[in-house]
C-alpha cells in the first residue's frame, strides 16, 4: 500500500516542483540584479549596448544596469578598483599601468569589445592623397598623455 501511495503522490511532487521552477524563472523579472557599468567614453562603437538598454534587453534577462560614462581610462579603473563599478568598458592601458607599477590587486582585462579603434586624423587643412610620410615633422595631438590613444 504504501508503494503505491508513493507511486501516486510522485506526479504530484513533479508538477510541484515544476510550478516552484516556473515560478522562480517568471519571478526573476521583478527581482532584476542591479549592474553598475563604467565605460570609458560615450562612443558609437557601444551602439549595440545603447540600443539594448533602450529596448529593455537587460531587464528582460533580470538585469537593471546602471550605465555611467568615466571620461578615461584612469577614472574607469578607479570606478571599479573602488567598488562604485562592478564592470567597465576601456582599453588594457590601464591594467598595463597597475600591473607594471607592481600592485596586487590589478584589473583583470578579460574580452574585446571592438576590432579596431575609433581613432580619426584629422587636419586642419584638407589634404589631398594623404600619406602617412606628411606627418614627418608635424605636430600630432594624440589626447592626454598616458590615454591609449596618446601611446598610438
Known amino acids: 500500500m504504501k508503494r503505491y501511495l508513493v507511486i501516486m ?6 508538477m510541484l516542483f515544476g510550478l516552484c521552477c516556473l515560478a522562480g524563472c517568471e519571478g526573476s523579472r521583478y527581482h532584476l540584479r542591479k549592474i553598475r557599468l563604467n565605460e ?7 551602439a549595440p549596448q545603447y540600443v539594448a538598454i533602450e529596448k529593455g534587453y537587460f531587464k528582460k534577462e533580470g538585469i537593471d ?5 568615466g571620461f578615461g581610462a584612469d577614472k574607469t579603473a ?5 567598488k562604485e563599478a562592478d564592470i567597465a568598458f576601456m582599453g ?3 591594467t598595463i599601468y597597475q600591473y607594471n607599477e607592481g600592485n596586487k590587486d590589478y584589473l583583470i582585462n578579460f574580452a574585446q569589445l ?3 579603434a575609433g581613432n580619426f586624423v584629422v587636419a586642419r ?11 614627418k615633422g608635424k605636430e600630432v595631438i594624440g589626447g592626454r598623455p598616458g590615454a591609449v590613444h596618446y601611446t598610438m
Do not use: G
Open 9 to 14: 503522490m510522485m506526479p504530484c511532487f513533479v
Open 40 to 46: 570609458v567614453a560615450h562612443s558609437i562603437f557601444y
Open 65 to 69: 544596469l546602471e550605465l555611467v560614462t
Open 78 to 82: 578607479t570606478s571599479v578598483i573602488s
Open 92 to 94: 588594457p592601458e590601464a
Open 114 to 116: 571592438t576590432q579596431r
Open 125 to 135: 587643412k584638407k589634404a589631398k592623397n594623404f600619406r602617412w610620410e606628411d606627418l
